[in-house]
């Protein structure tokens, strides 16, 4: 039931612009994976070939090894869950999911085995002769799911599904989502701006900028080694620190004012690199003079498990450092703070990270 | 797993779902049929008639602009194009002045304001001919609803259809009394759109009803207005049943409208190629007019 | 929020007065004729012409509505009528509907040019076209048909122009999710789109209906054999007659007659009618 998916030197164009240029990405079966990056990346546009609703200019897409580029999305064989559901309104719930099993002529016995089982699985047994407006957000969300459910198609396409529900309805989604992959192990393709629905989703995320790759790897991969600074920056909540790179002795880098830490990367990259950043969890809040630099609390956000202090520093520029939930530090304090240069990462004028030798 | 190697498809552009396709014309083709066969055919085949010295059998010789010349050189036709512009002067204003005026009396959710709404646009779903049938009734002298009233106050009433200087006032008043109703409803409508808190800040800038009407009201509903009046000399510049039925383009031609002349030409005196030529004339006028009226309102607006 | 009422209206001023009894001077004058028309209908024609004011008092008969179920072909018009604007509706909404799927939704060579001439379409008045066509129909020995009747509305614009503006409305999501269950285009039009156009067929098709129904210079001068009369033209027929042959009352009683299914008509789908016709103005 479960595909492969292969996506080969794609390319597509509106007119003059390049939308998306030789792409190849190859996705295993069973695979969950995320296309994650910012409005207009490209990630729904890349979703949406896959899918057959955008045409391609040059290259292929297989799947199991077959092209499918040149047939229409109904003879794909894939399901996709759009972000607004698109239920047919005036459909009943059960004639929603009965709909693309009829229209490849699937005998009535088994399209109403398959949306019982769906429907059981989804938890949506009672709606079943409901229609779409009569259900909450949550429901309908359910009842797209199940809609491609029933389909058993080769793979799963999500565009941006949760992003029309209020914050507590997501996380709960979230793991639903997350249980059916687990339930059904079929290939999933999940399209989200949401960095945290794709570092607790994925098992593969590719994180797409300017219609572009830029990384593509496990969550933790793509968190603790970052490939480029716009994924460093994009991935971890708060936004990772930034600064610019003055010069470097070694491993030593020297940041501004008398602030120098001591890094992982290799001496010969060293002096590559333009710029250093620094996640706020390998910050920490000293008293003042006895750590790396010294500043000013601006900000001070109490997030309930720990607070994040926004520190400003004599050049003007504000560090984001973790602190203790209990913490008795006020806005005003000055502090001082200290750097894990250990976890430092270092990215050169072009944004690419510079290898780090392992840690010690 | 051992990947199957891709059948050898040359590469080549893939259509996507939405990409232009001539089947996807079979779902306009069958109105793009009668559009083209009773439309564009008859509007140019009629430009052509128009040529021609034609009857209702053939089509005749050639004669360029004989036509066209032969109507401006005809008193009657002149004078029921003069006719038509009186009529339009007649009823246009007064359909849209009217029709504000109800609009602004009959913006409420009362009982009544709803009662009567319905009351003023119910004479705009009846046909010409039953319209001109009660309005004959009402202006006829001896048993007419106008001579009862006049005789009521110990006068008579004055003929109104058998007078040339009132037959066309006469079927003015028709005319309004059938068409009050879509200006009215176009101004509710565009009334209905001004969001409230417009007039809530000009009640706390101590705005009177008065100026609230000036100042806010009117100048929401300019491009309303506009509209109602151009749509209402495109259709009264087309007067036809009214003339015909209450009093046959007369007394003395004097409510000869354009179309009366074009059915009396092309379907009394079947000539074809005169009437058409009437048509084109009639279509150019209405164009023009309501062209004209877009544009000096439109620069009024933009000088405002 | 909308200002569903003029405001600054709280007090009650002598302005206020004034508006009221002008305003209830002109429902006055909107319905006193038809009151009229109606009165004079519940008479006997001889008393009526002998002494007008008869119309005041009773007896009130009810013999005219009698004798139009015997004589004049009233019946034989409503009926003519009833075909030829059931016909017309229906092949509307058929026609406009496909093109509106078409225009709004598909991509085919030369659509945004075809649409605007179809727009153009709008502009042109029935008298710029009316004389070619009855020449054609001439030809094609269409007059005094049904279909001679029916077949110049269907090549309206407006339908079309509404539809196109309806299904553009609707949410593309849908079309895809459809495309992805592997429906055909057509599939797609006649069972997930269509049905959510439901209040625009409403609309298009009440207006198509009260158009057809109300229409007079066309079947004026196409229908001109009795028996073909729409029910206008029939009715337009007896108004020269009524001195002569069927007196006043019995014209009167024909004309509440022909009025009053459409206007039981107006009455129970009022609001659907003036949207038709206020969106029709507006187009």
């Not at chain 3, 509706?89 to 075809?114: C, E, H, K, Q, V």
């Not at chain 3, 789109?193 to 001068?221: E, H």
Request: aromatic residues 10%; charged residues 15%; contains cysteine.
């Amino acid at each position: 039931m479960t595909a492969e998916i292969d996506i080969r030197n794609v390319s597509k164009s509106y007119g003059p612009l390049k939308v998306i240029e030789n792409l190849s990405l190859s996705i295993p079966a069973h695979e969950f994976v995320v296309f994650l990056g910012p409005s207009g990346c490209g990630k729904s546009t890349l979703l949406r070939m896959i899918a057959g609703l955008e045409g391609i200019d040059d290259g292929e897409i297989l799947i199991n090894g077959e092209r499918v580029d040149p047939l229409p999305p109904g003879k794909r064989g894939l399901a996709m869950v759009f972000q607004s559901y698109a239920l047919y309104p005036h459909m009943t719930v059960r004639q929603n999911m009965a709909f693309g099993l009829e229209n490849l002529a699937t005998p009535a016995p088994v399209i109403a085995e398959r949306i019982a089982a769906a429907a059981r699985m989804l938890e949506i047994d009672h709606l079943l002769d409901r229609k779409p407006g009569q259900l909450s957000g949550g429901q309908r969300q359910r009842v797209a799911i199940g809609r491609a459910v029933v389909k058993e198609p080769k793979a799963f396409l999500f565009d941006e599904p949760l992003s029309n529900l209020d914050a507590a309805l997501r996380a709960r989604t979230r793991i639903e989502i997350a249980q059916l992959h687990q339930r059904l192990r079929a290939t999933m393709i999940f399209v989200t701006h949401d960095q945290i629905e794709a570092m607790t989703l994925a098992e593969r995320i590719v994180v797409m900028n300017n219609r572009r790759i830029e990384q593509i790897g496990p969550p933790m991969e793509i968190y603790d080694q970052p490939a480029t600074r716009f994924v460093a920056s994009f991935v971890g909540t708060p936004q990772m620190n930034f600064f610019d790179v003055r010069g470097a002795t070694g491993s030593q880098i020297r940041l501004d004012g008398t602030l120098s830490l001591s890094t992982r990367v290799d001496p010969i990259d060293a002096g590559r690199a333009a710029a250093l950043g620094i996640r706020c969890e390998a910050v920490r809040v000293t008293g003042e003079g006895q750590g790396d630099a010294d500043g000013v609390i601006d900000v001070l956000e109490r997030l309930g498990d720990r607070a994040l202090a926004h520190v400003r520093l004599p050049g003007g520029q504000t560090v984001i450092a973790n602190e203790i939930a209990q913490t008795k530090q006020r806005v005003g304090d000055r502090v001082g703070l200290g750097f894990d240069g250990a976890k430092a990462h270092l990215f050169d004028a072009a944004g690419v990270a510079l290898p780090l030798r392992s840690a010690p | 797993m051992t990947a199957r190697s891709a059948p050898s498809i040359k590469r080549r552009r893939t259509a996507s779902a939405n990409a232009p396709d001539w089947r996807n014309a079979l779902f306009v083709a069958p109105y793009l049929f009668f559009f083209v066969t009773l439309l564009v055919f008859p509007l140019f085949w009629g430009i052509w008639l128009s040529f021609h010295k034609a009857d209702i059998f053939t089509n005749g010789p050639f004669i360029g602009l004989g036509n066209y010349l032969r109507l401006f050189n005809d008193a009657v036709f002149l004078q029921s194009v003069g006719n038509t512009f009186y009529f339009v002067l007649l009823t246009v204003p007064t359909l849209a002045l009217l029709g504000l005026f109800l609009a602004l009396s009959l913006n409420s959710n009362s009982r009544l304001a709803t009662i009567l709404r319905g009351l003023f646009f119910s004479s705009s779903v009846l046909s010409v001919t039953i319209v001109t049938l009660i309005w004959r009734f009402v202006f006829i002298p001896q048993y007419g609803l106008l001579s009862a009233i006049y005789k009521l106050f110990g006068s008579e009433v004055p003929s109104f259809l058998t007078d040339p200087n009132l037959a066309m006032i006469a079927i003015a008043i028709t005319t309004i009394w059938w068409c009050i109703g879509l200006p009215m409803m176009l101004f509710l409508a565009a009334l209905q759109q001004i969001p409230a808190d417009i007039y809530e800040a000009a009640a706390l800038d101590n705005a009177s009803r008065w100026r609230t009407l000036i100042s806010i009201t009117l100048p929401s509903i300019r491009r309303t207005f506009v509209l109602v009046v151009i749509i209402q000399i495109v259709m009264q510049f087309q007067l036809f049943g009214q003339a015909w039925l209450m009093t046959r383009g007369g007394p003395n031609n004097t409510t000869r409208a354009i179309v009366l002349h074009i059915y009396d030409l092309a379907f009394r005196r079947w000539d074809v190629g005169m009437g058409a030529a009437a048509s084109e004339v009639l279509f150019v006028l209405i164009l023009a007019a309501a062209t004209i009226q877009f544009l000096t309102s439109r620069s009024a607006g933009d000088r405002s | 929020m909308s200002a569903r009422s003029t405001p600054g209206a709280a007090r009650r001023g002598f302005g206020d007065h004034i508006i009221l009894v002008a305003v209830l001077a002109l429902s006055i004058a909107m319905i006193a004729p038809a009151l009229w028309v109606i009165g004079l209908s519940l008479k006997d024609n001889h008393e009526v012409m002998a002494n007008p004011n008869s119309v005041f008092h009773p007896p009130y008969i009810i013999d005219n509505y009698v004798n139009i179920l015997y004589g004049g072909g009233v019946l034989r018009w409503i009926l003519n009528s009833l075909i030829v604007s059931v016909g017309l509706t229906f092949g509307t909404l058929l026609l406009s509907s496909l093109a509106g799927y078409g225009f709004a939704r598909l991509d085919f060579p030369g659509r945004n040019i075809l649409f605007i001439v179809v727009l153009f379409g709008l502009a042109v008045p029935e008298q710029a076209v009316i004389v070619a066509r009855h020449q054609i129909f001439s030809l094609l020995k269409f007059h005094n048909t049904y279909h001679g009747i029916i077949l110049p509305g269907l090549s309206n614009a407006f339908g079309v122009f509404l539809m196109t503006q309806y299904f553009r409305a609707i949410p593309k999501e849908l079309d895809e999710a459809a495309l992805i269950d592997n429906a055909s285009r057509f599939k797609i039009f006649w069972k997930v789109l269509l049905p959510l156009t439901l209040p625009a067929q409403a609309t298009l098709g009440i207006f198509t209906f009260l158009l057809s129904w109300n229409d007079y210079f066309w079947p004026l001068i196409s229908a001109t054999e009795k028996n073909m009369y729409t029910l206008t033209v029939g009715m337009a027929s007896m108004q020269v007659n009524f001195a002569q042959s069927e007196g006043v009352g019995f014209l009167m009683a024909q004309a509440v007659f022909a009025g009053a299914p459409i206007f039981i008509v107006y009455l129970f789908f009022q609001k659907y009618i003036v949207t038709a016709v206020s969106g029709a103005a507006v187009r």
